[in-house]
């Protein structure tokens, strides 16, 4: 038996896999894990991805991913670092989801130039 890490209520883990019990697997149904990549001779540019993963069901693999590349410019880092501490290894709602893609797009999803 082990505890629930959103409502502590006691889960076995011969039911789920998950570290959330069946009510918060469906109260919280993603949970997302920011991958920075970088590839040798490319300055100046972060990209990665963030792997999304649910919570529904006991999967042991992403079952999606969102991809971000920006320029590299102090702020730009800064305010990436700060959206990536906010949301790294959280379990988040439906709504958060949809916020989180639409801020991922619009604020660090630029083209780049050659």
Known sequence: MKPCKKCGKTIDPKITKNDTCPECGKKYPYFL?????GY????DVVFGRVKIY????????????????????????????????????????????????????????EPLKN
Do not use: H, Q
């Not at 894990?33 to 990549?37: A, C, L, N, P, Q």
């Not at 040798?40 to 300055?43: F, H, L, P, S, Y």
């Open 54 to 109: 649910t919570n529904l069901k006991p999967e042991d693999y992403a079952i999606d991913e969102l991809r971000f590349v920006f320029a590299e410019t102090d702020k730009n880092r800064k305010e990436f670092y700060e959206f990536r501490e906010k949301w790294d290894f959280k379990d988040v709602t439906e709504k958060e989801f949809e916020a989180i893609k639409l801020e991922l797009k619009k604020r660090f999803n």
């Open 40 to 43: 040798v001779g490319v300055n």
């Open 33 to 37: 894990s920011f991958i920075e990549e």
